[in-house]
């Protein structure tokens, strides 16, 4: 990675209108191990805690994090000639105080490339040595003011909303263009929702809205000015799931599906149960791609320790995955080990998936706040005697202090 610039006075001088956190160059921070991550700004509050505690160890790693979206995160790692990171990176204390400081003029190249969607979905190719590692699974839906009498949308009645807009297809009670909402063509959660409905992404209509903030307050607006039952939009769950008292989640009755399905098993829930299963489908597994040598594995030593955490690799102590399990649960994220279902394209056919190490005891503790009764507790000493499926336990495998399948 290229070695960090300082940022000259006059271009500092320059910046005078920007925020006051960002006035300090991160090349001044003499911050140890850096590590740039670029793209999906869905996933920033994950990164942020892994970066929390990655910054806390011995000897530390820093992530410099720059959202911008997920095409131009895996654009970074395409055969598409990328353009070094400026402007401004958030950086994160051992303490979990988030900062920001000013990227050198020249640039950064990017470590790993975030992403929510498949390098495909933005018309990309990796470039060569370069791999695409699993991540946690974000959930997205339709959301509307909670007060309406909608509580599902069908993958038809989408299509239509979207594809053609209010003025040519009425469906209701979408009947009014400006309050159909929509995000930016290279966001992640535009892409998913439009493989989701069959709408290519260039094609969806609708108002945009620049970020999932102005999305909940679009949704708040159009419901003050008395077009709660005609406004909708998008959503991941990790910002549905803050703002469950303002927004009403709908659910999705996908193609070939006789009803329509929450993410989760009880509207109050947390579980992602019907993600997890593949009864919800608009969902999407996060994507980290860095270069790799002929082994498949990160040649950057401290890419590898950020990737471990952020896809909660097997290799990692129990403790350690169960911190990480926790920060991805508590976030509305699925960890790869607690999925049930996988596919190899934008919302595309699913195929039954077995994780290495099963972690779902472990999710459903930090999602829920208790693990299902067939979740026993077990240690590597007891094992034997506690995962034994004769007395109730769901597997053999003790993984993150439960009993798992494997």
Same mark, same amino acid.
């Given at each position: 990675?290229?070695?960090?610039?300082?940022?000259?006075?006059?271009?500092?001088?320059?910046?005078?209108?920007?925020?006051?956190?960002?006035?300090?160059?991160?090349?001044?921070?003499?911050?140890?191990?850096?590590?740039?991550?670029?793209?999906?700004?869905?996933?920033?509050?994950?990164?942020?805690?892994?970066?929390?505690?990655?910054?806390?160890?011995?000897?530390?790693?820093?992530?410099?994090?720059?959202?911008?979206?997920?095409?131009?995160?895996?654009?970074?790692?395409?055969?598409?000639?990328?353009?070094?990171?400026?402007?401004?990176?958030?950086?994160?204390?051992?303490?979990?105080?988030?900062?920001?400081?000013?990227?050198?003029?020249?640039?950064?190249?990017?470590?790993?490339?975030?992403?929510?969607?498949?390098?495909?979905?933005?018309?990309?190719?990796?470039?060569?040595?370069?791999?695409?590692?699993?991540?946690?699974?974000?959930?997205?839906?339709?959301?509307?003011?909670?007060?309406?009498?909608?509580?599902?949308?069908?993958?038809?009645?989408?299509?239509?909303?979207?594809?053609?807009?209010?003025?040519?297809?009425?469906?209701?009670?979408?009947?009014?263009?400006?309050?159909?909402?929509?995000?930016?063509?290279?966001?992640?959660?535009?892409?998913?929702?439009?493989?989701?409905?069959?709408?290519?992404?260039?094609?969806?209509?609708?108002?945009?809205?620049?970020?999932?903030?102005?999305?909940?307050?679009?949704?708040?607006?159009?419901?003050?000015?008395?077009?709660?039952?005609?406004?909708?939009?998008?959503?991941?769950?990790?910002?549905?799931?803050?703002?469950?008292?303002?927004?009403?989640?709908?659910?999705?009755?996908?193609?070939?599906?006789?009803?329509?399905?929450?993410?989760?098993?009880?509207?109050?829930?947390?579980?992602?149960?019907?993600?997890?299963?593949?009864?919800?489908?608009?969902?999407?597994?996060?994507?980290?791609?860095?270069?790799?040598?002929?082994?498949?594995?990160?040649?950057?030593?401290?890419?590898?320790?950020?990737?471990? =955490?952020?896809?909660?690799?097997? &290799?990692?102590?129990? /403790?350690?995955?169960?911190? @990480?399990?926790?920060? *991805? $649960? #508590?976030?509305?994220?699925?960890?790869?080990?607690?999925?049930?279902?996988?596919?190899?394209?934008?919302?595309?056919?699913?195929?039954?998936?077995?994780?290495?190490?099963?972690?779902?005891?472990?999710? =459903?503790?930090?999602?829920?706040? &208790?693990?299902?009764? /067939?979740?026993?507790?077990? @240690?590597?000493?007891? *094992? $034997? #005697?506690?995962?034994?499926?004769?007395?109730?336990?769901?597997?053999?495998?003790?993984?993150?202090?439960?009993?798992?399948?494997?």
């Amino acid at each position: 990675m290229p070695a960090v610039l300082a940022t000259s006075v006059v271009a500092l001088l320059a910046s005078h209108a920007v925020d006051a956190r960002a006035q300090t160059a991160c090349a001044d921070l003499s911050l140890a191990n850096p590590v740039v991550v670029a793209g999906s700004t869905t996933i920033k509050p994950f990164i942020a805690k892994v970066a929390t505690r990655l910054a806390g160890q011995s000897p530390p790693v820093t992530i410099f994090y720059k959202g911008n979206s997920s095409c131009e995160g895996v654009g970074a790692m395409s055969t598409t000639a990328s353009v070094p990171l400026t402007g401004t990176a958030d950086y994160f204390s051992s303490s979990g105080v988030d900062s920001t400081c000013t990227l050198p003029a020249a640039g950064l190249a990017v470590d790993i490339g975030a992403s929510d969607v498949f390098a495909a979905t933005c018309a990309l190719t990796l470039a060569s040595g370069h791999k695409d590692f699993r991540g946690p699974t974000i959930t997205y839906g339709f959301v509307m003011a909670p007060a309406v009498a909608v509580d599902a949308i069908s993958a038809e009645q989408a299509y239509l909303v979207y594809g053609f807009g209010a003025v040519s297809n009425e469906v209701e009670p979408w009947t009014n263009d400006a309050v159909i909402y929509r995000r930016g063509a290279t966001s992640g959660t535009h892409l998913v929702m439009s493989a989701a409905i069959g709408v290519p992404s260039v094609k969806v209509k609708g108002t945009d809205v620049a970020s999932s903030g102005a999305m909940v307050s679009s949704i708040a607006v159009a419901a003050t000015n008395g077009n709660a039952e005609a406004a909708i939009g998008i959503l991941s769950a990790d910002v549905y799931d803050v703002n469950k008292s303002s927004l009403k989640w709908l659910a999705f009755q996908a193609y070939g599906q006789t009803c329509g399905y929450l993410p989760n098993s009880t509207a109050s829930s947390f579980d992602k149960a019907n993600v997890r299963d593949g009864h919800y489908v608009p969902w999407a597994a996060e994507h980290f791609v860095t270069a790799v040598d002929g082994g498949g594995h990160a040649t950057n030593p401290n890419v590898a320790k950020v990737l471990d =955490l952020l896809i909660v690799a097997p &290799s990692l102590t129990d /403790d350690v995955a169960a911190a @990480t399990i926790d920060a *991805a $649960a #508590t976030g509305s994220l699925i960890p790869d080990c607690a999925m049930h279902v996988t596919r190899t394209s934008e919302v595309g056919p699913l195929a039954s998936y077995q994780p290495t190490r099963g972690c779902e005891c472990s999710y =459903l503790k930090s999602a829920t706040g &208790s693990a299902p009764a /067939d979740c026993k507790v077990c @240690t590597a000493a007891n *094992a $034997a #005697t506690a995962c034994k499926t004769s007395a109730g336990a769901r597997g053999t495998a003790c993984n993150y202090g439960y009993c798992e399948a494997q």
